[in-house]
């Protein structure tokens, strides 16, 4: 189970934090991906971090993504928020320790909505 929390509504230029806490999987074992779906667009990875912390994609270096598998959460920090970061955020647990893929998942997340207005 991934719960999901953090989104919300801000102003061009903010920042929000959102937070991805997993149970029921050994979370120490795979990477974990951040993904957005923006209204009629398809969904896009925003970033994905390794078991060990490696982040290995970035969708913009605004956006600072970790772990702390002592607490089972994932983090994406988003800075200098942009309209066109609107979308509906998801976290997901891969298959794999090494990279996420939408080939290969444990469990996404139910989403959490980032509005951010011009």
């Known amino acids: 189970e991934l719960a999901e929390s953090g989104g919300g509504s801000v102003q061009a230029g903010g920042s929000l934090r959102l937070s991805c806490t997993v149970s029921?999987?050994?979370?120490?074992?795979?990477?974990i991906g951040w993904y957005r779906q923006a209204s009629g667009k398809e969904r896009e990875e925003v970033s994905c971090?390794?078991?060990?912390?490696r982040v290995t994609g970035s969708v913009a270096d605004r956006f600072i993504t970790s772990r702390d598998n002592a607490k089972n959460t994932v983090y994406v920090q988003m800075n200098n928020l942009k309209p066109e970061d609107t979308a509906v955020y998801y976290c997901?647990?891969?298959?794999?320790?090494?990279?996420?893929?939408?080939?290969?998942?444990?469990?996404w997340g139910q989403g959490t909505q980032v509005t951010v207005s011009s």
């Open positions: 971090i390794t078991w060990n912390g």
């Open positions: 997901m647990v891969s298959g794999a320790a090494e990279f996420c893929t939408e080939h290969s998942v444990k469990a």
């Open positions: 029921g999987l050994r979370f120490d074992d795979y990477a």
